[in-house]
């Protein structure tokens, strides 16, 4: 199923993403009254389905969990997720920006549904993964993989108690080394293409470039990734980073 965006300058998008199961359908009315930005409301139940609201300039499209963590299997008939079947593709008139939204395990699941016929184009090129999930680095080696083999970035959004919030995608590996692991903006943990990744209960403010990395890089040559800010809650209040 594809759902059009209004075409806009790329460098004007604004999304938000949370994690799942951080959302509650009241927002949904509130957050539609908002113009001018993409909100991926992480996820909350309803008739027993696990449901990612995702909010465009006001309008609501929901995207329903497809396959149930250990904790929301059946246990007895009529008690447990009840799964959804589409995989819907969301993207600019212009087809530049396109994006999917695969909640927790339906990233590890589906996510080859989204890759599907890449090389002509019909793919997607970014995939928000709304989690609550303790095998963060299951995910994110994944993502790590995918973004190379792929061409896609993925922005996964996690549990405070469980960490692993992250933007993963390809970038010069010289400049994650010495720029983003040295300046305290990810871990050295292995995870070669990730960019930035929260600390406790975090809030990241980045930009990222949907154009790849140039190589050999031109002397004009600028990294994919900028980070605008990073909020830590403290003290029940929102403290600059």
């Not at 509650?24 to 008739?47: M, Q």
């Not at 016929?117 to 999930?133: A, C, E, L, M, T």
């Not at 061409?151 to 919030?165: F, L, P, R, S």
């Amino acid at each position: 199923m594809v759902k059009g965006i209004e075409k806009r300058s790329l460098a004007d998008l604004r999304i938000i993403c949370f994690p799942e199961l951080s959302f509650a359908e009241d927002f949904v009315s509130e957050i539609k009254k908002y113009n001018g930005i993409i909100t991926i409301g992480g996820s909350f139940y309803k008739d027993n389905f696990n449901i990612c609201p995702v909010i465009i300039n006001g309008e609501y499209h929901p995207v329903y969990k497809i396959n149930p963590s250990y904790l929301e299997q059946e246990v007895e008939p009529g008690k447990g997720m009840k799964s959804g079947k589409d995989i819907k593709i969301f993207m600019t008139k212009d087809k530049k920006f396109k994006f999917g939204v695969l909640v927790c395990l339906d990233y590890l699941v589906e996510r080859f549904r989204l890759y599907q016929h890449q090389s002509n184009g019909k793919g997607v090129n970014f995939i928000f993964n709304p989690s609550y999930n303790r095998d963060t680095e299951r995910f994110q080696k994944t993502a790590d993989t995918d973004c190379l083999n792929y061409h896609v970035d993925i922005i996964q959004t996690n549990a405070k108690e469980y960490g692993g919030t992250c933007i993963i995608g390809v970038e010069d590996r010289d400049f994650i080394r010495r720029r983003l692991v040295e300046g305290g903006y990810r871990r050295d943990d292995g995870i070669t293409y990730k960019l930035c990744e929260a600390k406790g209960e975090m809030t990241i403010i980045a930009e990222l470039n949907l154009n790849g990395v140039e190589r050999p890089k031109s002397l004009g040559a600028t990294p994919r990734i900028k980070i605008i800010g990073r909020y830590i809650y403290d003290k029940a209040d929102w403290q600059y980073l």
